[in-house]
């Protein structure tokens, strides 16, 4: 599992969380928004916010509600997701990879995809990332 393009911010793809990581830190596989920008010198490197299908309990300022304009494949067909804004991370390249969305017709190679935020989605995820870092004060400025 790996990309071979490095993913914009807003980009919803797929990180494997399972090598690497110890509970209670995410260690699954899980869908997550790109929330970095492309930076010189770390061609490998991408800033992320994991996403769930289940609503937190009880919802926090570093929670953000978003709604998919079109819905990730199976199993995160859900079109209302939550992004978990306190678990930002820094992650390679080499965790990412696409959704596997089916074959081409007539049994063809895979397909693969990947979800989108809006801009404005992107900037509530911000928002609710900077809450989760203790950098409430700076949601002013987005």
Known sequence: MTLSYHPRAGEIVLCNYATGFIAPEMVKLRPVVIVS???RRRDNLVSVIPLSTTAPDPVDQHHCQITLAIPLPKPFDTPIMWAKCDMVATVALARLDRFRDG???GGGARRF????????QLAEIR???????????????L
């Not at 995809?113 to 404005?120: I, R």
């Not at 928002?127 to 400025?141: C, P, R």
């Open 127 to 141: 928002k609710a990332m900077l809450h989760g870092l203790g950098l409430s004060s700076l949601t002013i400025h």
């Open 37 to 39: 920008p492309r930076l």
């Open 103 to 105: 074959r081409h017709a």
């Open 113 to 120: 995809t990947t979800g989108k935020v809006s801009d404005l």
